[in-house]
């Protein structure tokens, strides 16, 4: 239910769950399926999706490298539902060598297996509504490769906005109490600094403090990064100390093109569009880099998928594309059509001039309203929406589009700046870096697959800059933000991470993290559905019958609730 006002002193909850977005909906419906009596502290409103005012954002949360790191305003929104209001929808899956220590990936090696994520990635794929957790399908016709795989494919959440359908489930849990419009300030502990006692909250203008057994931080990553630098300011030595793990490591993706891809014959395409399943779902092949091509060309993790040549660019000679152009020309009209990155990517200087553009629609007068009326009817008017088009052309010349992994590097960081935010946590500073490494592996693994589609013959690569100048572009267009990884690394070490195996905080009984900031490595793969797998499985762990007695036999008396109360076993 949704709460009016904070609960009552004596209200007495089995979990508090600080952040309704993805990870914190899917945690407290799972948990309380299991029997939990859950409490959600939302700093949004119950429907409504508000992006942080960029003043007061800039109190909170500094960008220091603009070209590296989206604003805020772009990557995170308040309220049910949290960022799933601007997320893609586009579920990706870890392969098994994400988990692994390699050599050539410092920091690598996360102390879980694939195993341990198996069991919950169904329930993971019901909560994101993607269809199913089987990302596997059929390699490419003709295609034979052992470096590079077809078989992959990605799946799109049938209803990416998870308010109306998770938010709904989780508001009408009769176990499930749901507190809006208040923001968790800090987190109080017991003298002994093992055990959580109380999570404070503002409220409409008050401080309120909750009480729970367990707490889970699941406010995204940065949001949970910085409510534990908080804590840490006061308490130097938690969370491995002021110079440990804490907001190191922070990692996104790099994406981007530097290529198209030339693809014989064009009716291949159809191989790599995307497809809809039987239940609505759209899913969509990519090529990913196999693990021995991995090792031994020591890349990181790879993947790659088509796109539309940029739209200013006239000489894809579709006037779809150019009619698209000429639209995003209009800030009015461009905001209203694609996203901040796909404006960022498409608008600017006509390539060909705007003459080129304007005959690419006059010689296809008919193409251009059949494609369009198809783009409205699969985005706006059938279920589930579809929102990504690559557009077909005669061709067979897409933008190769890469999405890559880096290395977690301890100097790329979320750290106090010293400042106080306009909401009375401390301001941090975001540093996002990438490396060398990193822009070389993207460049290298574009030569692996220009040559594996020389060898099997259906297609090659068309650089889109000399040799010399293709690092540099990588390196241009390397920005995240939208993926907030690996500031509260998981590790099984206490001095080499935040959370443990469980995604308990370290040296503390009943603090958690439910965030892709647990991640110790990136992968390729888009967070979200990972982050999700990782919530049902702990929200398992807290309702573990076995866990829960030993928390009864060790009731330390420090206010956290009557376990006289807690639902029975
Ligand atoms: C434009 C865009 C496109 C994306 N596309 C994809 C994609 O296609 N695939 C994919 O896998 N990922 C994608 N992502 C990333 C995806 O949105 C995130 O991985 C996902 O939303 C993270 O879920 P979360 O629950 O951890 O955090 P969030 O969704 O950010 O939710 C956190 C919640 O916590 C609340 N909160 C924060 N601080 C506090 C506090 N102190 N007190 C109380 N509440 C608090 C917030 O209000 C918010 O509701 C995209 C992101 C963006 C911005």
């Known amino acids: 239910m949704l709460l009016n006002s904070p609960p009552a002193p004596e209200a007495v909850f089995d979990l508090c769950v600080v952040g309704a ?36 954002a800039a109190t909170t949360m500094r960008v220091l490298d603009h070209r590296r790191h989206a604003p805020l305003s772009e990557t995170t929104r308040t309220g049910i539902g949290g960022t799933s209001w601007l997320w893609g929808g586009r579920c990706v899956p870890f392969e098994s060598i994400d988990y692994e220590l390699r050599a050539h990936v410092t920091f690598s090696g996360w102390p879980i297996c694939p195993s341990d994520l198996a069991p919950w990635q169904n329930r993971a794929a019901e909560y994101l509504d993607c269809g199913s957790a089987d990302f596997q399908t059929e390699p490419m016709s003709g295609w034979q490769s052992q470096a590079v795989s077809t078989s992959q494919q990605e799946r799109w959440s ?6 109306p359908h998770l938010g709904a ?5 009769p176990t499930v109490s749901v507190l809006t419009g208040a923001v968790a300030t800090d987190v109080r502990f017991n003298p002994a600094g093992t055990a959580v006692t109380q999570l404070r909250v503002r409220w ?50 790099l994406t981007g093109s530097i290529a198209s891809i030339s693809i014989t014959p064009p009716e291949l395409f159809t191989e790599l569009d995307f497809r809809q399943e039987e239940d609505g779902t759209y899913v969509r092949r990519r090529f990913t880099l196999m693990r021995e091509a991995q090792i031994r060309g020591h890349l990181l993790h790879t993947s790659f998928y088509l796109g539309n040549l940029p739209f200013r660019d006239a000489r894809h000679g579709s006037p779809t594309l150019s009619a698209f152009f000429l639209a995003l020309t209009s800030p009015l009209i461009g905001r209203c ?21 304007l005959q690419n629609i006059a010689r296809r007068p008919r193409r251009l309203p059949a494609e369009v009326a198809a783009i409205v ?53 975001i540093d996002l870096r990438y490396s060398d490494q990193d822009v070389e592996s993207v460049l290298r693994a574009h030569q692996l697959l220009d040559a594996e589609l020389a060898s099997t013959g259906v297609g090659h690569l068309i650089y889109d800059h000399p040799e010399e100048r293709r690092s540099e572009a990588i390196r241009q267009q390397a920005m995240d933000g939208y993926h907030q990884i690996g500031t509260t690394r998981m590790s099984a070490d206490p001095s080499a991470g935040v959370v443990d195996p469980d995604c308990r905080v370290h040296g503390f009984s009943n603090l958690f993290v439910a965030s892709s900031s647990v991640f110790p490595t990136a992968g390729e793969a888009n967070p979200t559905f990972m982050t999700v797998a990782l919530a049902v499985r702990l929200a398992h762990h807290l309702t573990d ?16 609730g009557s376990p006289a109360a807690w639902p029975a076993q």
């Open 21 to 56: 977005g993805p990870a914190g909906l899917s945690l407290a419906l799972e948990a309380a399926r299991g029997g939990l009596r859950v409490l959600i502290i939302e700093a949004g409103l119950a429907r409504k999706a508000v992006p942080p005012a960029t003043r007061f």
């Open 158 to 163: 049938r209803r990416p906005q998870l308010a």
């Open 169 to 173: 489930q989780v508001i009408a849990h």
């Open 204 to 253: 409409a203008g008050t401080e309120v403090p909750l009480t729970a057994r367990d707490y889970v931080l699941a406010c995204g990553g940065l949001a949970t990064t910085r409510l534990l630098l908080h804590v840490q300011r006061r308490e130097p030595a938690f969370f491995g100390g002021s110079d440990g793990p804490l907001g190191r490591y922070y990692m996104g993706h």
């Open 337 to 357: 059509l694609a996203g901040a990155e796909t404006r960022r990517r498409n608008a600017g200087r006509p390539v060909g001039g705007w003459g080129a553009h």
């Open 377 to 429: 009817r699969l985005r706006y008017l059938s279920s589930p929406r579809r929102s990504v088009f690559v557009i077909h052309n005669d061709r067979g010349t897409y933008a190769l589009r890469y999405h890559a992994e880096q290395v977690p590097n301890p100097h790329s960081r979320v750290r106090c700046n010293g400042r106080t935010g306009a909401d009375g946590l401390p301001g941090v500073d």
């Open 545 to 560: 019958p076995a866990r829960r007695r030993s928390q009864r036999s060790e009731r330390p008396g420090s206010g956290w």
